[in-house]
């Protein structure tokens, strides 16, 4: 437990290492919850957003490798926005592209470290419950124990081809329609996962409460009624040994 405290006490006072620098306003108050327990740290986070980013055509892949790496390094975001976007800023985007782009809807996710495998388990099924369903636990060679909340319901549309728009203003709206009704279907879902954790959190604290104090109350108990119980045998011997007297000096 101290070498998990100090570890996370290291994690957090880091500079925020992610594009935007800071977490994303939507989900401030799920990462305050967890980094507020013991048992949990965040390490990388998203609310969701909507994206358009170009990228040239991708050779083929090195041999070991799947050619992810190489496509995530060569694209160039156009736009991107973790709120309900409107037509004009997509098709501004793409104005702008000059290879091949993509519209693109990424939903809420989050990775957070545990202490323990039943802390992941708790979060698990409160993510599962929340509606997102892609979500599972890792645990590394080292122990080390990793929570990924994620969903399925992305979106992923190339929209040009060199730089020329391949579809009319039309699909781009419709496509953008459905992005955005991702887009606020995540936050509900988001508001769901940050209320049933809280809820679960002190569940958990008041069921460990309870846990502790029948505990207590037990040993209480037992302790009494061994007591009681000692006493009971001390008296019996007592008794035993008055009659003995009494036998004796009859007898004699």
């Given amino acids: 437990m101290a070498d998990f405290r100090r570890w996370k006490e290291q994690r957090l006072s880091r500079a925020d290492g992610s594009r935007k620098g800071s977490v994303d306003e939507p989900i401030e108050g799920v990462v305050r919850l967890l980094n507020g327990h013991e048992r949990f740290c965040t390490t990388s986070s998203c609310s969701g957003r909507l994206v358009v980013l170009e990228q040239p055509p991708l050779p083929p892949p090195a041999e070991g490798t799947t050619g992810f790496e190489i ?28 290879d091949d782009a993509i519209f693109k809807f990424e939903p809420f996710v989050l990775h957070v470290q545990c202490q323990e495998l039943q802390d992941a388990q708790l979060l698990h099924k409160v993510a599962i419950e929340a509606g997102f369903r892609n979500s599972g636990i890792t645990v590394g060679r080292k122990g080390k124990i990793m929570m990924a909340v994620r969903s399925t319901h992305c979106l992923e549309v190339p929209l040009s081809r060199k730089g020329k728009l391949m579809v009319n203003e039309e699909y781009v709206d419709f496509v953008l329609q459905v992005a955005n009704q991702k887009m606020e279907e995540n936050r509900r879902r988001i508001d769901r996962f940050y209320c049933t954790l809280q809820f679960a959190l002190e569940n958990q604290h008041h069921s460990s409460s309870l846990s502790f104090e029948k505990t207590e109350k037990n040993n209480a108990m037992e302790s009494y009624r061994r007591k009681k119980s000692t006493e009971v045998q001390k008296d019996e011997c007592h008794s035993s040994g008055k009659n003995s007297g009494l036998e004796s000096d009859y007898e004699t």
């Fill in 71 to 98: 496509q995530k390094q060569n694209c160039t975001w156009l736009m991107v926005t973790h709120e309900i976007c409107t037509i004009e800023k997509v098709l501004t985007a793409l104005q702008r592209a000059t």
